[in-house]
Antibody, heavy 123, light 107 residues
Framework: QVQLVESGGGVVQPGGPLRLSCAAS????????MHWVRQSPGKGPEWVAV????????EYADSVEGRFSVSRDNSNNIVHLQMHSLSVEDTALYYC????????????????WGQGTLVTVSS | DIQVTQSPSSLSASAGDRVTITCRAS??????IGWYQQKRGGAPKLLLF???SLQSGVPSRFTGSGSGTDFTLTISSLQPEDFATYYC?????????FGQGTKVEVK
């Protein structure tokens, strides 16, 4: 079965960097774009970034554009989210997620989520 | 960006009740909407995609309808395990966006 396991969260000072990872298993990793979605305490989910199945294309939410970078290692089925210039507004539980396959096309609607890794930005 | 407005933000209901949650998109998104259930401490769980397609393993008491800008999630007979927060999400275009959530509470 599909498993997504995030790691790398922690407490970081404002302005600092952090790198998150997501280890994927149970599906053909190279068939799917992979996404990061975050959720601040008491708020709804917020999409953060996506990397295409071959890693050649990346898109970001405006709120993180220029500060975050998403990448993937298709040899080891891992997705990374490199975060820089973190602010308190980036405090959230960060999930990686994969899209649901509809008629052979992976939609940006998420049928599998990890358990999340908590990022706390605080001095 | 496409905005998604969900209502109500919360509701109180009893087991056995029929519950309806609505979602309105700021522009035509065809049928590109998904519905999620989230319980405290857990990740969102996909219930329906493409407005009305039931995700594998989800009980048939969950149904979805709509197209264009207006969508509905209906729980035909609320079960004790359904008390949770529900979110809609448009995936018509990036950035994908989520509604603000509807918390379904015990009356």
């Amino acid at each position: 079965q599909v498993q997504l396991v995030e790691s790398g969260g922690g407490v970081v000072q404002p302005g600092g960097p952090l790198r998150l990872s997501c280890a994927a298993s149970g599906f053909t990793f190279t068939d799917f774009a992979m996404h990061w979605v975050r959720q601040s305490p008491g708020k709804g989910p917020e999409w953060v970034a996506v990397v295409s199945n071959d890693g050649s294309e990346r898109e970001y939410a405006d709120s993180v554009e220029g500060r975050f970078s998403v990448s993937r290692d298709n040899s080891n089925n891992i997705v990374h989210l490199q975060m820089h210039s973190l602010s308190v507004e980036d405090t959230a539980l960060y999930y990686c997620a994969k899209g649901v396959m509809v008629s052979g096309f992976a939609e940006d609607c998420f049928d599998s989520w990890g358990q999340g890794t908590l990022v706390t930005v605080s001095s | 960006d496409i905005q998604v407005t969900q209502s109500p933000s919360s509701l109180s209901a009893s087991a056995g009740d029929r519950v309806t949650i609505t979602c309105r998109a700021s522009q035509d998104i065809d049928r590109s909407i998904g519905w999620y259930q989230q319980k405290r401490g857990g990740a969102p769980k996909l219930l329906l995609f493409a407005a009305s397609s039931l995700q594998s393993g989800v009980p048939s008491r969950f149904t979805g309808s709509g197209s264009g800008t207006d969508f509905t999630l209906t729980i035909s007979s609320l079960q004790p395990e359904d008390f949770a927060t529900y979110y809609c999400q448009q995936f018509y275009s990036r950035p994908v966006t989520f509604g603000q959530g509807t918390k379904v509470e015990v009356k």
